[in-house]
């Protein structure tokens, strides 16, 4: 992974979470250590996410609702919040694949309509998590696969341009080994990150994704 990428990879995810709780109208906070809401988060998503290695525990969790139910995610696997009545909900690994030629693949289709969000996120088991706000934010791109009747089998959210994030991967009924090289022919020009946990590493991988370093989400 180039020098500063899996920083410039967890402050990607940041803005995606930023913008998942600005749809939900909460207001959130970044600087050079994390980005971080002040009150809970939407359901899957953390209070807090941080942007370098080192941040002070006791910090950052001033800066949120650390109460029963808060979560952080701990972007370098560096912090222990044991102490703080947290324990490790996740472990997972940080994954990059570079611009390269596109895999023959068809790209994902663009959801741009509420109606469509709205089967996207039935689909994706999401719900009322994802809101039409998104659809208005020019970083992000909900996309979606289809069968033949129009029913969506599978997507993802790309968000961002360098890196552009890729999050939310889902395959109802199609392949997710399809999806993950449809997400590729998507972006092919663009340097693509993500994180997944252990269990969901291969598909990416088969991709032309590598891991690049772990990461941690904590839970009260």
């Known amino acids: 992974m180039p020098d500063g990428m899996r920083e410039a990879a967890a402050r990607n995810n940041a ?5 998942v709780c ?7 906070r970044s600087d050079a250590d994390a980005w971080s809401v002040p009150r809970r988060s939407p359901q ?3 209070d807090a996410v941080t ?14 609702d650390a109460g029963a139910g808060a979560s952080v995610k701990d972007s370098f696997a560096d912090l222990d919040l044991t102490a703080y009545g947290f324990r490790v909900l996740l472990d997972a690994q940080w994954i990059h694949r570079p611009p390269a030629d596109p895999p023959p693949d068809p790209p994902l289709t663009p959801v741009s309509t509420g109606q469509q969000l709205a089967a996207w996120a ?3 088991g999401g719900g009322e998590l994802f809101r039409p706000a998104l659809l208005t934010d020019p970083r992000i791109r909900v996309l979606a696969r289809h069968d033949e009747d129009g029913t969506v089998v599978g997507g993802a959210v790309l968000s961002g341009d360098d890196p552009c994030g890729v999050s939310n991967v889902f395959a109802h009924t199609a392949d997710l080994d399809e999806i993950w090289r449809a997400v590729v022919a998507t972006r092919p020009d663009v340097p693509l990150v993500g994180y997944e946990s252990t269990p969901d590493l291969p598909p990416p991988l ?10 941690r989400v904590w839970l009260r």
């Open 15 to 19: 803005r995606w979470c930023e913008a």
């Open 51 to 64: 942007l370098r290695p080192g941040v002070d525990p006791e910090a950052l969790l001033a800066r949120i």
């Open 122 to 124: 039935s689909a994706h």
């Open 44 to 46: 899957w998503y953390p």
């Open 206 to 215: 088969r991709a032309g994704f590598v891991p690049t370093g772990p990461l």
């Open 22 to 28: 600005a749809s939900h109208g909460l207001v959130g």
